[in-house]
Every structure is written in C-alpha cells, then in structure tokens.
C-alpha cells in the first residue's frame, strides 16, 4: 500500500545535545529549511541553543535530562497526529529514538530497519557519554533504563540490517555478532542495491525505517560532514571510521527499496554545512542580532 503524503509527518528536530556538538542544531535548520515542502502536517520540536559549555553527566549520559524531555516532546508531536509514516529533520543520530520508537509500536513485526551509517550506535553509558552514539541499543532494550521505557515494543536484531557500515571497534563487534545483527560495508554493497533488497525479502517485513546519517559519505566527495570541522587541527579525526559511499548510491538503494515496501520512517542525521554554520556565527556580530 502506498503512503499518502498527506499522511507522512515532517518532525523538525535539530538536536544537538545527544552529540555535544551545538553545530548540529544550525545544520538541523538549514536541512529544514532547504527540503522540498511536506505535503502532510509538520512539527517542530524547540530545542535551545547551549547557554555554556556545561553537559551535566548524569547516569553516564551527558545531558540525559534535556535528552529525555525532547523526546517526550518529539513523542507527544507524533502523537498528535498518529501519521502512517515520518521523516525526521536533524541533528544528531538521536533523533532517531522517538519516531522509530513510535513506528515499533504501531508496525509491530512488520517494521525493519535500514540503519545507513558508518557507524553502529549500540554503545552504552560505559563506553561512551554521548547518547546518539547509543540510540540504536536503546530502541532495542539495550541501553538506559529511562530511555528504553519509552520504547514500548523493542525491535529485534533480526529487524535490523546496517547499510554502508565500516570498521567498528570490538565491543562493537561484539554486540553486533552477538545480537546477530546484519551488516553490509560500501565495498559488499558495490553501489547496487541488490542485496540490500535481498535482505528485505527475506525479512518479510512490508514496512521500513531508514535513519540516514549523512557521516556514511565518503568526506572526500562532500563538504558538510563533521570532519570537515574548519575550527579543528588537521588530523583531529585521524584514526575515526568514516564513510566511504556515494549520496546517489544511497539514494539509489532507498528508491529501491521503495519499489518493495512502504518507507514509513526517514531520518536524516548530523548534516553539517560549514560555510551556514560560519555565517550563523557572524551574523550574531550585528547590531540587533547577537
């Protein structure tokens, strides 16, 4: 069944505070403001700018409170009007964590999830303080107790299918081997969406949810990753995974998969356009503004 567009929720959410890195809240902004306009409802989730470099660490997680309270109000937005399906404007990966959250309850078995990432974010409290760094374990029951509550029905590993994943760590190996959780690097994808679209098949799911963080893009080809901080030394992010696919590649696989089941989710994540976030900075200078 196709989705009316009447019907897809566009969730405006520029968090940052899941990443500690404020630029995402501009980045967030600029994507809502330059995609095309939604055909359904829209909601915008207020998210403050930083007052101070203060992260109140509690349990492990840098700014769990905020990061709770936004989800709650990202939850009540989609609440409002129980939409067939949502696309979710950020911000950080942890935008990710209501709506998908929302789309378990209501799709049930018939949900997977496309995780297009070069990263896995399935680490806990112990590993990292950073929250979109575990909001996929959180949505399976995995991490932080109060946020895995607000997750009514967990999605199974056997759901799950990371796209464009690169080199992990090995607690991240470990947690993806154990949960038997599969995977597919840029290099086994070789640009077609074949055997993505075999996995879909399989899994007999007619739903899916794709979070899209934009760091699975090879940073050689496009200026508005993270790693192209202009503030950061050269080789600050020596030795960090990054992503080596194309945007039409996963464009390519998303309209594929289209083509075999209904998208209900879409959330694009940690968009990074330097050259705004530079002229948001200066334009706090002028008279009237800053």
């Known amino acids: ?46 998210v403050p700018a930083p007052t101070s470099d203060k992260r109140p660490v509690e349990g ?27 696309v979710t404007l950020g911000g950080d990966c942890h935008i990710s964590f209501a709506p998908f ?27 990292m303080a950073n929250a979109h760094a575990h909001v996929l374990a959180m949505l399976m029951g995995e991490a932080a107790p109060d946020f895995t509550d607000m997750v009514a029905r967990k999605i199974e590993a056997k759901q799950i299918l990371y796209v464009g994943l690169t080199e992990t760590t090995p607690y991240e190996t470990g ?15 070789a640009g077609s969406p074949d055997k993505v679209l075999e996995w879909v098949r399989a899994s007999g799911a007619r739903k899916i949810a794709v979070h899209f963080d934009v760091d699975v893009l ?4 496009y200026d508005f ?52 976030i530079e002229l948001s900075r200066s334009l706090r200078t002028l008279p009237l503004l800053g």
């Open 1 to 46: 069944m196709a989705i009316d567009p009447k019907n897809v929720l566009r969730l405006n959410l520029p968090q940052w505070q899941g990443s500690n890195r404020p630029d995402y809240r501009i980045g967030g902004r600029v994507l809502a403001a330059i995609a095309p306009d939604p055909q359904g409802p829209e909601e915008t989730v207020p």
């Open 60 to 86: 492990g997680i840098a700014s769990r409170q905020v990061l709770l309270e936004q989800a709650a109000a990202a939850r009540a937005a989609i609440e409002r009007h129980a939409p067939e399906a949502i």
């Open 101 to 127: 959250a929302w789309l378990s309850e209501r799709y049930g078995d018939d949900l997977a999830v496309l995780w297009v990432d070069a990263h896995p974010d399935i680490m806990g409290p112990e590993q």
């Open 175 to 189: 947690f993806i081997e154990k949960h038997g959780i599969a995977r597919l690097s840029p290099e086994e994808l």
């Open 218 to 221: 090879d940073p050689a080809l």
């Open 225 to 276: 990753l993270l790693f192209h901080d202009p503030s950061l030394a050269p080789g600050t992010f020596d030795g960090v995974t990054k992503g080596r696919m194309r945007f039409e590649d996963v464009a390519g696989i998303l309209n594929a998969v289209r083509a075999e089941a209904d998208i209900v989710g879409l959330s694009i994540a940690e968009f990074t356009p330097w050259n705004m």
